[in-house]
């Protein structure tokens, strides 16, 4: 799924919402997910996963068309992990058993 499937998925379980509201909507998610994570701040979705910054140090590496030594700076990277409620549903039989109830 993708943003504008995300939209239009909105947008057809809350008929009163429009497009561009949907579309409203999910770009203030994304961008205040997006500010959060560039000032270093955790982002926890109860039921779903935390977002979170963590820190790559410098590192030593190797340009592997030539083999060359390069030098990489240390770097701040996001990272995602999954919450204990979207494990279960993602391993669970209900899971396909909701998947299919929505594609209906």
């Known amino acids: 799924m993708n943003k504008s499937d995300l939209i239009i998925k909105i947008t057809k379980i809350k008929p009163e919402l429009n497009q561009k509201d949907a579309n409203k909507i999910v ?3 994304f961008n205040t997910i997006g500010l959060a994570l560039s ?4 982002v ?3 039921g ?3 977002f979170d910054v963590k820190k790559r ?3 030593i590496a190797r340009n592997p068309k030539n083999g060359t ?3 990489v700076p240390s ?3 996001a990272f995602f992990r999954m919450g204990k409620a979207m494990k279960d ?3 669970k039989w209900y899971f396909l058993y909701l998947n299919n109830f929505n594609n209906m």
């Open 27 to 29: 770009n203030v998610f």
């Open 39 to 42: 000032r270093n701040e955790r």
């Open 44 to 46: 926890e979705l109860r």
């Open 48 to 50: 779903f996963g935390v």
């Open 57 to 59: 140090d410098a590192r």
């Open 69 to 71: 030594v390069v030098a």
């Open 75 to 77: 770097k701040n990277v």
């Open 89 to 91: 549903r993602i391993n």
